[in-house]
């Protein structure tokens, strides 16, 4: 069956074809994964166990992805060495960028704080008194930024309709106010809420994300002094991502990468902290808005700072070419239980035809949010999951690695999906990368031959 189902129809060496496949994306470093299961060929799992570094298994919001091994793939595949140049050919393309063991021995004095925030992330689901962002804010009061004014839970009420959100997940919210920054009327213009990632029960991944104004509306947002502010608001809260935002060996790798002759500075900002915990995790999606391209949110980085967490990510044009072979193997007869799933009906066989006839209709659905049509295809498990893992897009994060998302707009950015792939939950920070705006451009006096 090749990379869809189990490794069955082929002999010996099986492992050498899928991690030697042309058209497979290992990450720089020597290290792959690929999809195992119980019903694979004796032949396949003694190749792999040869290689093992690791075994996981992914289940996320009560769906069984199956498992993956990491590998040793030195000798399978051509050396590619994680270097600048590797990386600037993976930010151009819109793909992953994995910095291993970036935060060892760095993030060994923050120790104490991550035990703290695992603690934090055990009561984000209890609202109210207790539930977590009070304690943070009270915490942080001591590195808060004077120009900051912290409004009481009662006060801050007043303003949740104006800034929406998503009822289905919101679990509390509070206010900042800045008078050198007032929002719309003078209202207050920041905040910081938490969340739970999904609905599903048994699964108690959440989230805390700080920003300003009006979500969704406005996260696509050029205001870069309010960019900042929330930047100073990370710092005060979420110390621990002054491990991202103080290394300078970093931000010298995020200029080369997105345009070295611009000394425009560079900076982190929409903090975001996440607990991936057993059964959770992120549905695909991708960080991209539609804004002009020059002021674009560059990038977002991830840091892994406790447990383990898996990945698939690729950029949209790899995503769409997957989803059309992934259709085209369904529409041979391979799979058939899936045609029933994810494609019964006249609705169902109309977006088979779709995605078969490619062009324009993928992309334009992997943009929209959750994937559009497509999330149920793509979050599929275990058979997409595998096909994934097995093409090279999926890999496994550890506390100390720091993970780079290039983004280059709507239809050129880098999509992913996130599985707790540790017995605990996995603390991380995820921020988005900015650049300061340039010098407005002069226009030339009429008739300048410059």
């Not at 950015?413 to 920070?429: D, G, Q, R």
């Amino acid at each position: 069956m090749g990379r869809v189902g189990y490794h069955t129809a082929m002999s010996a060496g099986l492992l050498n074809e899928i991690v030697g496949a042309p058209d497979r994306d290992d990450l720089p470093g020597g290290i792959g994964v690929v999809s195992v299961h119980d019903e694979d060929e004796p032949e396949f799992l003694a190749e792999v166990a040869e290689r093992e570094r690791e075994r996981v298994h992914l289940v996320r919001r009560g769906i069984d992805h199956g498992d993956w091994a990491e590998l040793d793939i030195t000798g399978l595949v051509s050396d590619v060495p994680a270097d600048i140049h590797a990386w600037r050919q993976r930010w151009a393309d819109a793909r992953p960028i994995q910095l291993r063991g970036a935060l060892a021995g760095r993030s060994e004095a923050f120790a104490p704080l991550f035990a703290e925030r695992l603690r934090l992330g055990e009561g984000l689901q209890r609202t109210g008194a207790g539930g977590g962002l009070d304690g943070l804010i009270e915490a942080g009061l001591g590195r808060l930024d004077p120009g900051f004014d912290v409004l009481a839970p009662g006060e801050g009420r007043a303003f949740e309709a104006a800034v929406g959100g998503d009822p289905e997940r919101d679990l509390e919210r509070r206010f900042f106010r800045r008078t050198d920054l007032p929002g719309p009327g003078g209202a207050p213009d920041f905040w910081i809420k938490s969340q739970c990632l999904s609905r599903t029960p048994a699964d108690p991944s959440g989230r805390i994300r700080i920003s300003f104004g009006v979500e969704r509306e406005e996260d696509a947002s050029h205001d870069e002094q309010r960019h900042r502010a929330v930047e100073l608001l990370g710092r005060a809260l979420l110390p621990e991502s002054a491990l991202l935002r103080d290394d300078a060996a970093l931000f010298e790798l995020l200029r080369e990468l997105d345009d070295p002759e611009d000394e425009a500075e560079l900076y982190l900002t929409q903090d975001i902290a996440y607990w991936n915990a057993p059964n959770g995790g992120a549905l695909f999606h991708h960080d991209a808005f539609e804004e002009e391209y020059e002021e674009r949110q560059r990038a977002v980085v991830y840091a892994q700072l406790t447990g383990t967490t898996a990945w698939i990510v690729l950029s949209t044009q790899e995503l769409a070419a997957r989803v059309e072979e992934f259709a085209e193997l369904i529409d041979e007869g391979e799979m058939p239980w899936l045609k029933e799933v994810l494609f019964r009906g006249a609705g169902g066989a109309s977006l088979l035809n779709k995605i078969l006839k490619g062009g324009r209709f993928v992309f334009a659905e992997l943009e929209k949010p959750g994937c559009g049509r497509l999330g149920r295809l793509v979050n599929r498990g275990p058979e997409f999951t595998s096909l994934l893992a097995d093409a090279g897009h999926g890999f496994l994060m550890r506390a100390g690695d720091v993970l780079i998302l290039p983004n280059h707009g709507l239809g050129h950015t880098a999509l992913h999906s996130v599985f707790c792939a540790s017995a605990e939950p996995a603390y991380s920070l995820s921020l988005a990368l900015r650049r300061e705006p340039g010098p407005e451009e002069v226009e030339e006096p009429e008739g300048s031959d410059d």
